[in-house]
């Protein structure tokens, strides 16, 4: 495991800033994420990573992708993290941002469709 990086605190509370998300964080979370009867936090810190969207109470984390996470040092640096995500017992959805932009009702709809038919969980309709 990473030694752990006492910068990810402030980086977080500057990522929860709406001005420092992307616009596609933006947009999952004012039109989703923030109403969603589980409840969901913003650049939530786990060990030495921020997560984009995390659901402690089933842990679930969203991940938003951009362009970098498709070259080979943002696939290796991935595949570390979502590993470590795993032994923690943490699932992580992830999305690119084309994904947001091009088809944000169906990402929507599969998210919500993974917490309520593959963890069985009972989310009150919103």
């Known amino acids: 495991m990473e030694a752990y990086n ?3 605190l402030s980086n977080a509370r500057k ?3 709406q001005r420092n998300a992307t616009k596609q964080e933006g947009i999952i979370w004012h039109r989703f994420l923030k109403t969603y009867p589980i409840n969901f936090s ?5 060990g030495n990573y921020i997560l984009d969207f995390y ?6 984390s969203i991940e938003l992708d951009g362009g970098q996470h498709f070259e ?3 696939i290796e640096y991935d595949n570390i993290r979502t590993n470590y995500l795993k032994s ?3 699932t992580e959805l992830r999305f690119s941002n084309l994904d947001i932009d091009r088809d944000l009702k169906n990402v929507m709809i599969y998210v919500d469709f993974y917490i309520r038919e593959i963890l069985k969980i009972e989310v009150p309709d919103n």
């Open 6 to 8: 006492k910068n990810n």
């Open 15 to 17: 990522n929860r800033k």
């Open 42 to 46: 913003r650049q939530y810190r786990v």
């Open 55 to 60: 659901a402690p109470s089933i842990k679930l």
């Open 72 to 74: 080979d040092k943002g």
């Open 88 to 90: 923690l017992g943490i």
